[in-house]
């Protein structure tokens, strides 16, 4: 899974009367135009075929339809595979949220701010020899139709911090499907993506999910504590 970094921006201007633009800094425009520049991170700075994701989740700003407002709030999801393409794209954010509001002719006091938030982790890679080991387990006990490889997901788990740490352990994260089956056959039918957490259309259903989150946990620890 990708790590995460998310990061606030609050980009600032000097507030005014909407009827005279000329006398502020507006920053609901600068926010916009830092928005667009963000999106060609990803097309035109990431290598070619590295998988990469930037996503702008908030824009917050002002109060009144004739007021230009101080400052707007925005924030940010950024997503990577690799350590080095995570940099690359918070580099190329505070570098234009640095040359944007120079070219506004804003104050360097007034420049953006840039937080990170504590909602980022790192990269989670599984362990390959203790993948390989419960993988079998989970085939033996649930069925080999029943277990599947997925492709790396841009999504991101604070897991890959026990993988990550000093005293660095072996990590094997696997996924326990909570969708209706036959939701996938419609999604087969349709080609409609079936909905994900964090999606309205989201609804597990308790059987088999509670079942199989049993099974597959008991599994690997009687694997791992060397109980059959």
Known sequence: MSGLCSLDILVRGVSGHGSAPHTAKDPVV????????????VSREIKLGTAAVVT????????????????????????????????QEVAAIRRICEGLPRAAGLPEDRFPVITMSPESTDPLVNDAALTRRLVGVFAEWLGA?????????????????YGRARDRVPIFLWRVGGTAPEKYEESRRTGVPVPS?????????????LKTVVTSMTAAVLELRGKK
Not at 150 to 161: G, K, N, Q, V, Y
């Open 197 to 209: 957490n964090h999606n309205s259309g989201f609804v597990p259903v308790p059987e088999p999910t």
């Open 145 to 161: 139709e029943r277990v599947k490889e997925l492709p790396p997901l841009t999504a991101a788990e604070d897991f890959s911090l």
């Open 56 to 87: 702008i989740g908030t824009i917050h700003g002002g109060s009144k339809r004739n007021s230009i407002p101080d400052e707007v709030k925005t924030e940010l999801s950024i997503r990577a595979y690799d350590d080095a393409v995570m940099q």
């Open 30 to 41: 600068l926010a916009g135009q830092v928005i667009l520049a963000l999106q060609t991170i």
